[in-house]
């Protein structure tokens, strides 16, 4: 970081730029003027005049990566640091709510007794700020693709085999050429601060432990080369690209991401524009007055529209297939598409060369009603093998599938259809939400046993014994909607009851 | 409006006809003899003798055109001006209930929080009057098939493309040649004033603003002139036609509708008789004493069956295909039938040279059972391609589709299946209900912006861009009743818990 | 009757014989020795006990014919008519329960505001006794085939059509030859008398004003001349048969009802044993104590059964197909089938020469899982067409189905499906216990409302219109159960939710 | 039993040797040195601790044969008999709990108000031990495929035939060539004292009275030879075996129940190591300090599971195809692979000359998403058809399913699908559970009345006359998952209401 002086300022000083004509804020000791910046502000002009003129460090921190300021203003705006306590702390008055979450975290269940996936969300949900929890389990519209991708995976069936020998069972396998300790990555996903101090890097030292691989995603809020720094010697780390519309700061992050070792680059591409993702939005208006938020709106990106929209502004909707050769001339890592959602696009990925696609609907965060990824990861495995003679898993075209994966089961119909590993979100950001590193460590270790498990049971001692014949996916282009229920029928229909205990009888 | 003498009647001499035998009422200050027509009042003579010597003005308002009653009654009974302040009022009691309903209005959520076409419903519920919400939200028998209209959406899902450059996309099209700046019209709904007292001019107002078309209802409670003349120069508007028994009245309405510059008949063929809707005739009961109201009945039409069907004795029910004829000789408006329910019917109207259909249940208020648009819209196009070669979206013979629609992906699935455009009304209503013009206004921003994000999120740049491929409708034509639960089985599963906070663990 | 003398017996006398030794009870001011009856009768002793010795006529009414202990006792255990006002009377205390059905009886909706058959059920279950309400509304096991032959109407929909001239509609129509006013009729249901003091003379009387059809059934609690001599002259009338294993009984059952003029024979044939009907033995076991019940079971029929398979022990389990010539030799009365449900014994049945079918589960009271008429039906018109040529609806081989129908559409579903009627019970069962007579008439009305509504809708001015291209019913055969839920995922699912009033807001 | 001496040791001396270091318990007045086996013992050694030094035999009954712990320990270990008196009891608080527990179990209905399985399960639930419950009521993961197990039938509905002499019923059977009174079994269950002091004798004691067989599991809490001893002289009873990793014992374990006229082996497949059972686990954690049971497990068997993983430590993941061979040649008796989950399996089998296969997925405890029996029957039955040319049920070849049984209606589905006879576990565990050897009892009794009902309604004088044409079983393979719920939509629909009584609508 560079600084125009280092004088220090005072916090006198900084107290007195406190409004829209003059606004300085100080970030981790240091004084930024950031009164131009005001109005291209992601996430709106307001929440930085809340600390015009004083220390916003504690409410940058969940949302920035360290250096996101520093990169953002031209230098001759960074003032320099300030006197040490002089500065004025915008005091944070601890609410009944904050006091009554402070109390449900003192009283979350020892690790021990968190015995599935589903029990860390459980937790997190009443450990987190709501305004986390809101963005980390909003989905968009209607939230229907996004609880979709959950029940897909109930419309497959397993064919397990009997009578093989599974003394010894291997989960492991190879992920674009890299081993992992499992089909499983740990998937791109934004704002890690919001749920745990460390952020994505509870993510980087669980997947160092457990052998399994992390792709970095384009918004931590951890910079990219912290996450790298945290990485074990040799720990394989994938990267999540969002595409920037300025193509040389696209390059300057592709390169870097090589440069530091990273072994494949996702392009996400279902994200022209970020979701509506109204849950998210809705918490906004609770926490802020919503004619404030309108207003604020007007000049250009609308505030209003939670903290998903907040952070798009930087994403390319120009972004086109013919790009993907200027992608290859720029690194030689592999290179995949993350979001492809029919087999059209997948087939045009694998005629372009590409390594692989993600079947992904961005966990039902941008168009709701879209397939989940294992419906699609069918189609594309039908056509490919129909238009190009294709098998799958195949190790020069690989398929990936996330989205609503919640057991080892889960990942094994995916495998048992072709794909190669399958990326998991959300319950990672869960477990560390509810108990930081211990929690993914737990999570992965849940996982391993779950796998375990489940290879003794499906007769399959490794990966590759988990085939197609495994499943029964015949169900599973089925959407079903029920008839809608006839009220009155149903409200005179007089349900059937068991034998009773005598003394509640005796009540009735 | 002419009256038979210009001298002005006390308020005292009105007040002595205050019975059947002799049942004077004022109305917007003149005063009518309506002593004859008592029988002949499609809302029943019940209602008028509530109002007989008095001034049945607020009542009269929501329901009717102004120019209802100088159209219906003959000349000589219109008596003319009452002195000012000498008439009787109906004293209104504003009822604890009502009370309570004005504090529900004014703690309406700001219009910023509105996020969906769904939240106007969810505030119109909580702040219209019971009436109002009944004769808006009931439809038919057990409103299978209206909410069938919303469910068959969700049997379609979406194929969406990727790396298409979505940097400007544009939802703007033609209807009947006409240009809309989106793929939606406002359709034909009954009754504007029961929610607002400015009625369907708040229609007119907001589409004139967002370049959308609005379709004029026959039983609109503004006049249909009030309509015309509120809408901005070249604003382009259709009309709903319910066929009179008298066709001269018909000739007259359409001949002038066509005068006015209509651009579109939409020739109601769902209706010959107005449906049941229980909601709606319960809601009577509540208001009126239930004996009263059985013997008000015996005279004809029955006025226990709620608004609908008081205003619907001039339906003429005897309309057959003939009759097209007669329409093309009486206009040159492009004629559409609305209220197709087959693709045998669609082919008939195609044959006969007519420019389009709507693929319309009447908003589930007709027919139970009837299939939603949606599902017919489907079996038209297949059944048009193999019958006489037509493809979809056609210009020549234009689908459209209306009912349940409630988000921008529900329209561009329409779209996807070959219609032109999808009618929306109900959620309209609520808008104007629960906002005013200005719900209006945010209905219609909600949607632009909903198409602006699903377009880039399809990859489609336009309209033109939407096309079957990218929907998969293969499940629109199941109707799937589950089978009847096994209420002692369910009974005695116990179900899984989660993990638990400790101090619930400990009440438990 | 023939009593063995015309002494009066005393009271006093009658008092003397009150247990199982010597057991005298007193019904219609006659006295009759039953001591020996005692273990035959089908409702058990226990009943029968409690008025040994008094007048037991009100306990006999509700479920028994007038003529049924005449007919079943020997002359010689008449021992003639008591001296009035001596009998000791049972004090029937009149519980809290009792009181409150009282209390709901005056409460009851005027009959202007029931709209359709439904309400006529919700009523009924208020203000019926436990007994009946069990008695009438419960069916085979866990009440699947009960609920599915409601659900089964769900899967079949309307593809209605448009501008036929339907100003006159017609929806009558002949059932075995004779004229209905509407393809319905009144079918067999037992023991009416539970529900109201005039029991089936009420469907009788309605019927006639209507100009519907009643089958008058074998188990009615009024006799079977009660029912006819209530008759107008020309009323048409169907008799349903329980075979008993005495075929003399039999034939001169089915001669006397050819003698007073049943126009049909509906011979029962799903019914070799009556079902278990839970609910109905549950209300036993609340209403005596349970383990007198049991005790009482020993002797042969078991008590605990509840009333339906108290009044089974007459049917005749070996009825075999070579038993109808000797129907056709003992009656011209045209011979149905009531209980078919299946193809191959429909087929049989039209190649016998019968007249017809009745494709029916008894209601859902016999054999759980078996599948609805309606679906039956869709299979049985397949099948007779493909080996039979047949086409339906047939004159010389009419199909019929009952149960679970609801409303007109209900109705006209079967007819578009090939039935020529539809069978109506418990609908009307339920009319006459919350209205007596006049909810008969009120419920026929409904019907026929309906129907004048719905041929409109659907474009058929005549029953005949109603073909098979009317409806959709290509899911009949589905059977479809849900994947159980993940009640782990959807626990952590936190719901979408609309806009909020402020107030409301602020409470959450 | 052989003891070291037979000097009678002091409770004193033993209440000496109460730790870790030194650790003798008392069990049935015998002293034992378990010290050594602490870390062996695979329900973990703190339960054992709890009870060093004094008398466990309290704690070892309901979970132990009798001569578990002289079996386990080697002959050294055998300290001899306990001065009697002298013990320390552990005392046993009764909790608030336990005293409601009892309460309720003093308010059990009388045993003739049961009136199907599902009534024993709803009692069971309230009158057992929560660890038995949960012990006995668990299943894998979600318990999807437990729940499935009984939803598949809910997929095959009958085709019921009329007019054939059903006088008489028989439903008696063969089973392996042994006579059974109806096409049921008593499946293996583990640990039946969990539920019941006499544990599994209660089913013998039944088994024997209504003439169907018992499966004695490996797992029992009773010894193998007291079931043996408590059988009346011809009752037929089948073994059930895990397949230990040392295979003397398997041989000697088969050998003796060869030896003791076991008529049918069948060698459990699906279970090489024993499922997670969420419910369990979580109890255990109830049960006991969490923290203190995840140490425990740090050395082997994870003690944190539940009762299910503790006792499966010697069951052998390496069973393969060709142990097959081996089996026939140690015993005669006819080999059954109990666990067969896909045709492929089913064929093996029977090339290898086994005498059946039971279709079945260990009642939903071992692979989620596992299919059900009856599913997997219909795939058997057809492919092995397509194969080999087998017609099923089959005399040679046996296929038999279980899981999810509750009516007599499930098996007649089976039955007509192809299985020879059906396997029954909870309901019966659930009948001895809430009211001992009378309620197993009970059970089959009502099953008989169910058959002999069941086939009277089907129209089957026999088991062989129900054929697969009596079911439609063609949804079988259907699994359903409803698109998930438009909340929004739904929140805003107001639910048809039906007519009400005047007071309840006053109140509103």
Redesign the interface.
């Known amino acids: 970081m560079s600084f125009t002086g280092d004088k220090r300022i005072s916090g006198k000083e900084v107290a007195q730029h406190n409004s829209r004509e003059s606004c300085w804020i100080v970030v981790h000791g240091n004084v930024y003027d950031v009164t131009e910046f005001l109005d291209e502000h992601p996430g709106g002009s307001k929440i930085i005049l809340k600390y015009a003129g004083k220390d916003a460090t504690q409410e940058y921190d969940p949302i920035h990566p360290p250096d996101a300021i520093t990169t953002n203003l031209p230098p001759q705006k960074h003032l320099g640091p300030v006197e040490p306590d002089t500065v004025q702390k915008v005091e944070i008055k601890i609410t009944d709510e904050e006091q009554a979450r402070q109390?449900?975290i003192s009283?979350?269940?020892?690790l021990?007794?968190?015995?599935?996936l589903?029990?860390f969300?459980?937790?997190a949900?009443?450990v987190m700020s709501e305004k986390a929890?809101a963005y980390y389990?909003s989905a968009a519209?209607?939230?229907?693709t996004?609880?979709?991708n959950?029940?897909?995976y109930?419309?497959?069936?397993?064919?397990?085999?009997?009578?093989?020998?599974?003394?010894k069972v291997d989960w492991s396998t190879t992920i674009l050429g890299q081993r992992s300790s499992m089909p499983v990555y740990i998937t791109a996903t934004a704002l890690g601060k919001l749920g745990h101090p460390d952020g994505e890097l509870n993510l980087t030292r669980a997947a160092a432990k457990h052998g399994v691989i992390q792709m970095i995603p384009t918004l931590a809020s951890c910079s990219f080369d912290e996450i790298i720094d945290a990485a074990q010697p040799g720990q394989v780390q994938f990267f999540q690209l969002y595409v920037n519309k300025d193509r040389n700061i696209t390059k300057r992050i592709v390169q870097h991401a090589e440069q530091r070792g990273i072994k494949g680059l996702f392009i996400t591409?279902?994200a022209?524009?970020l979701?509506?993702r109204?849950?998210d939005?809705?918490m906004k208006?609770?926490a802020e007055d919503?004619?404030e938020?309108?207003k604020a709106g007007s000049g250009g990106v609308d505030r209003?529209q939670g903290a998903a929209r907040a952070i798009s502004s930087f994403i390319?909707?120009?972004?086109?297939?013919c790009?993907?050769d200027w992608f290859k001339s720029i690194t030689k890592m592999p290179l995949i598409?993350k979001?492809?959602?029919?087999w059209?696009?997948a087939l045009q990925a694998y005629d372009l060369g590409l390594t692989g696609v993600v079947l992904s609907n961005h966990g039902g965060r941008?168009?709701?009603?879209?397939?989940s990824g294992l419906e699609v990861l069918v189609e594309v495995v039908d056509k490919l093998k129909e238009k190009r003679g294709l098998m799958f898993p195949n190790e020069k075209f690989q398929l990936f599938v996330d989205g609503g994966v919640?057991?080892a089961?889960d990942v094994l119909?995916a495998v048992a259809l072709g794909a190669t590993a399958v990326g998991v979100g959300r319950p990672f950001l869960y477990a560390f939400s509810a108990y930081g590193l211990e929690g993914v460590d737990k999570a992965l270790q849940i996982l391993q046993?779950?796998f375990?498990?489940?290879l003794?049971?499906?007769g399959a001692p490794t990966i590759k014994d988990i085939v197609s014949?495994m499943v029964?996916a015949?169900?599973i282009?089925?959407?079903?909607?029920?008839?809608?229920g006839?009220?009155?029928?149903e409200?005179?229909?007089?349900?059937?009851?068991?034998?009773?205990?005598?003394?509640?009888?005796a009540k009735m």
């Open positions: 109390e449900r009283n979350r269940p020892a021990d007794e968190i015995l599935n589903h029990d969300e459980a937790i949900r009443q929890w389990s519209d209607d939230e229907i996004n609880r979709e959950h029940a897909a109930h419309r497959v069936w397993f064919r397990p085999r009997i009578l093989r020998d599974v003394t591409v279902d022209p524009q979701g509506r109204e849950k939005m809705r208006f609770e919503p004619s938020v309108s209003s390319d909707p120009g972004l086109k297939w790009d993907l598409l979001g492809v959602q029919c059209e696009d941008q168009l709701d009603f879209a397939r919640r057991r089961t119909k046993d779950e375990e498990m489940n003794r049971l499906l014949e029964d015949s169900n282009h089925s959407h079903v909607v029920a008839v809608p006839d009220r009155l029928y409200s005179n229909y007089e349900s059937m009851q068991h034998a009773q205990l005598r003394e509640v009888k």
